[in-house]
């Protein structure tokens, strides 16, 4: 069983956490932990997934090389799934799913990864909201301070898909990183200095967003 701060149980039936979201989401969460592993190895950021939480409470061993958690809760709620480093700034971060076509619903939102993006964006860190709309196969990068501002207006309930390509920046798919969204958060939040470029600050090699159309560009070289 999962227990919450309010009491209320639900059963785990395998070695997981489950809960209601459990699923939404994975598609996103596996293109960026490869990518910020990409980023990582060459030296680019260091950038991680936040774990969540838990408590265990009760673990049964059907096999002796095998354990079984029956009953945790989480401790405390999740703020946002990813933080690190960037070109000497904090970088923090939610990413976010929805097979909606039109509009991205705000209900997605926990009214404390606002708060706690709020924090980031007053201690001068750098905040964003990833959001993909998985049926038109787009991400999107969106600054916290822009969504945070939509969220606390009137009565609105989500933003449209318009609005997200209007005030965000569509995040490229490639083959070494999945995402390549570094670049937008160059394009976004460093402007005013020189671009990263394609080499680490090491320069222990490049760090380059390889897409299908450069990857065929370099074997036209090559073959020329």
Known sequence: MIGYPNRKTKPVTATKVSDNHMGRGMSLEHDLND????Y???????????????????????????AK?????????????????YRGRAIDFEAKETRQKTSFPFKSIHPHQIEH????????????????????????????????????????KSISYMKVKEVGSLIRMGLTPRLCYLDNVDALYFKEEKSYGTKSKRGNGGCECITEATRSKGHQRNNR
């Open 117 to 156: 993006l709020k924090k980031v964006l007053q201690h001068g860190g750098i905040g964003f909201f990833i959001i993909r709309f998985t049926t038109l196969e787009e991400t999107y990068l969106i600054d916290a301070g822009i969504l945070i501002d939509m969220y606390y207006e009137g009565e609105r």
């Open 69 to 85: 958690i029956t009953e945790a809760y989480y401790k405390t709620p999740s703020t946002t799934d990813y933080n690190g480093i």
């Open 40 to 66: 990582c190895s060459c030296e680019r950021a260091l950038i991680h997934k936040k774990p969540t939480p838990i408590q265990v409470v009760k673990v049964d061993y059907p096999e002796r090389s095998a």
């Open 35 to 38: 990518s910020n592993a990409y």
